[in-house]
């Protein structure tokens, strides 16, 4: 099945007992056991639901996993995911990740004895130079958030193969549409399907796919004994957000080349970050390992132009926090999504007080680009 079939036919696709095209919404919340002591395939639904079932097996055939975890947030995948590991473990981690995976893993997991050092994604050999006797992953974005940084995920799973330590990325900006991990040697995938999977900003979902066994068996055990499980209404909600995947990602790009061209001619706008643009640093590692660019953009006005002000003359596209959803939605990572990221550190890793990122949605391009000119216009 190719991919845009599978969105739709793969999963459970038809329910068994009615035959429904549409997976059911199973709310119980525990089922009826024939006989005391045996196995029964549906117990408890935390620990199994038939309606989470099928997102899960869907987003394993997306990802060309094995076996799929459907948590009640992207974080909460993120947060059972390194739970595989433990204290004294150490970890490579992208510099460029989201303010949220930032403030997890220096809040809460390093309070658990989980080690860290970050690096630069896109230098191979600062890779390579981290990796320590205690490393047991490498954990990062391609692209990233808020930057659209770049990292050769085939030549890390195999500097990280070489030191027997695992791969694991977070492949929310590039969704399995534009990007399969697994296939290019990572172990674990990660993804806020709040973002482009579900599609339509109503349902906040972590996803989790593996393709080692081992690995699945551990999540299946974390996934059920810590217990931030997605329950059976967004499950469904998300499954249904993700059979349009292809189509809308199809419009995303369009509409955000369209976007890009743009601003590209403006003479307000300074220094833009697109991994489809040419001279951009990790253009040709992206050209390789995506299908496509996707949608989001990052960008700087020119120096002493007012990025607070640009942002809220906007009337069609929003000011605010989240990505990928069929609306446009804008926001100053300094402020919003990387707030949680201590100045200093966001600096050095790139990240200005005026960055402004973009996620380009599914509108007809020239009301977007209209609605930007409007508030470039007002910056005179
Ligand atoms: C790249 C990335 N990973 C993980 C997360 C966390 O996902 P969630 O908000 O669904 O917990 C986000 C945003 O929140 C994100 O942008
Ligand atoms: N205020 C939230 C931040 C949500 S950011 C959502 C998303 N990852 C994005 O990058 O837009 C928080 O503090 O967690």
Redesign the pocket.
């Known amino acids: 099945m190719k991919f845009n079939t599978q969105l739709i036919h793969g999963g459970n696709s038809e329910d068994p007992t009615t035959g429904a095209v549409s997976t059911p919404i199973y709310r119980s919340s525990t089922f009826h056991q024939h006989v005391l002591g045996g196995e029964p395939k549906w117990e408890y639904s935390r620990t199994g639901n038939p309606t989470r079932a099928s997102l899960e097996k869907l987003i394993a055939e997306l990802e060309h996993g094995t076996a799929g975890f459907a948590f009640a947030s ?2 909460a995948a993120i947060h059972a995911t390194f739970s595989l590991f433990s204290q004294g473990d150490h970890f490579v981690v992208g510099s460029d990740v ?3 995976t930032f ?1 997890l893993i220096n809040k809460v997991l390093k309070r658990f004895g989980l080690e860290f050092t970050v690096v630069d994604m896109q230098d191979l050999k600062a890779v390579e130079n981290a990796i320590q006797d205690n490393t047991v992953a490498i954990y990062f974005e391609t692209p990233t ?2 930057l659209l940084q770049i990292a050769d995920i085939k030549e890390i799973a195999a500097i990280a193969k070489k030191h027997g330590v695992k791969t694991i990325v977070d492949n ?1 900006f590039a969704t399995p549409y534009n990007q399969q991990p697994l296939t290019l040697g990572a172990d674990i995938i990660v993804h ?1 399907a ?2 482009y999977l579900g599609g339509h900003s109503d349902v906040v979902a972590g996803l989790a796919v593996t393709n080692d066994n081992e690995i699945a068996e551990q999540l299946a055990f974390l996934q059920n004994s810590i217990g931030s499980t997605l329950g059976p209404d967004d499950s469904w909600l998300l499954q249904r957000g993700m059979k349009t995947l292809g189509a809308r990602m199809r419009v995303h790009q369009e509409n955000a080349t369209a976007v890009i061209d743009f601003l590209q001619k403006d003479e307000h706008i300074g220094k833009i970050y697109y991994p489809g643009l040419k001279n951009f640093p990790g253009h040709d590692v992206a050209a390789k390992q995506m299908r496509n660019f996707g949608a989001m953009i990052s960008f700087e006005l020119k120096d002493g132009l007012d990025a607070k002000k640009f942002v809220e003359s906007l009337q069609l596209i929003d000011l605010a ?3 990928g959803g069929i609306e446009s ?1 804008i ?1 100053v ?1 300094a402020v ?5 990221i201590p100045r200093e550190i966001r600096l050095q890793n790139g990240i200005k007080d005026e960055l402004i ?1 973009l ?1 380009v949605g599914i509108e007809d391009s020239e009301d977007i680009i209209a609605d930007l000119q409007q508030a470039l216009e007002k910056l005179d």
């Open positions: 992207g974080s989201y303010g949220g403030r958030n808020p929310t806020s709040t973002k926090e989240s990505l939605l926001e990572p919003m999504t990387h707030g949680s990122r996620s």
